[in-house]
């Protein structure tokens, strides 16, 4: 009876590691995910303000040139103004100055706005730009961590797993359905100890006679709150932990 206790001991704390092991896989990927997302969303931003930044840059240098022109029409407007014939050929010629005015003024005065707003874009790409350099150093080294992880966890897992795989034999048929039954309706825990004359599953107290019972070892125990399979401190004992789970 201590064997077949045994047995069902052991495969718990195995099975406690393998539980260990497969939530901290299960983050894993979720982890990775999360700081994708966030770099993504820093880098969009990014992308849309140097967009409008070089869309700006190359209105303003449209402008720029227009203007040039302009100029150069006005100053030939201005000559053409001693040759003119007859007031209709004047008028037309100042009128024309006055439009190339108007147009340069206008558009000086978009460029300086462009202007504002590319400065304030290249301060802002500026702000965020060593934000996203940390954040994808931060990453790149998480991701490593996390890479890393993962191995040790698939290498971990294969180890229990082999472990495993050696114990299950040992524990009778009936023994191991009733274990899973159990570690299915109490997320994980189906063997427990006694500690402080309680379950150590779920702390309530066994009485002294029935602790006596579970002492003796004649058959397998249940507890009568939570129902998990109780095993003797003495059982709990004698597994060698340190030589099981390394
Ligand atoms: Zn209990």
Do not use: W
């Not at 069902?8 to 590691?17: A, F, M």
């Not at 894993?28 to 997302?37: A, C, E, I, K, S």
């Not at 993504?40 to 700006?56: F, G, V, Y």
């Not at 125990?221 to 129902?227: D, I, K, L, R, V």
């Amino acid at each position: 009876m201590k064997d077949r206790l045994s047995a069902l001991y052991e495969l718990q704390l195995i099975d406690n590691e393998l539980d260990v092991l497969e939530s901290q896989r299960g983050n894993l990927p979720q982890h990775v995910r999360d700081l994708d997302q966030k770099i993504a969303q820093i880098s969009t931003s990014l992308q849309a303000k140097e967009l409008e930044r070089s869309e700006s840059e190359r209105k303003r240098i449209i402008n720029t040139k227009e203007m040039e022109r302009l100029d150069e029409a006005q100053k030939r407007y201005k000559s053409q103004l001693y040759t003119v014939r007859n007031n209709k050929e004047y008028d037309a010629l100042t009128k024309s100055i006055d439009q190339a005015e108007e147009d340069i003024s206008k558009r000086e005065m978009e460029n300086e706005l462009l202007l504002d707003k590319e400065k304030n874009l290249v301060a802002d790409i500026d702000n965020f730009k060593p934000g996203l350099d940390g954040f994808e150093q931060e990453l790149k080294e998480k991701g490593t961590e996390l890479t890393a992880i993962a191995n040790l966890n698939e290498e971990q897992e294969s180890f229990f797993r082999g472990k495993r795989a050696a114990i299950e034999p040992k524990v009778r048929k009936q023994d191991l359905a009733k274990y899973l039954q159990i570690r299915k309706a109490k997320s994980g825990k189906a063997v427990v100890t006694i500690k402080r004359n309680a379950c150590s599953g779920c702390h309530n107290v066994i009485p002294a006679n029935r602790q006596l019972e579970i002492r003796k070892m004649d058959h397998v125990y249940n507890c009568a709150s939570c129902g998990r399979i109780i095993v003797p401190s003495e059982v709990a004992e004698s597994v060698n932990k340190e030589a099981l789970l390394a």
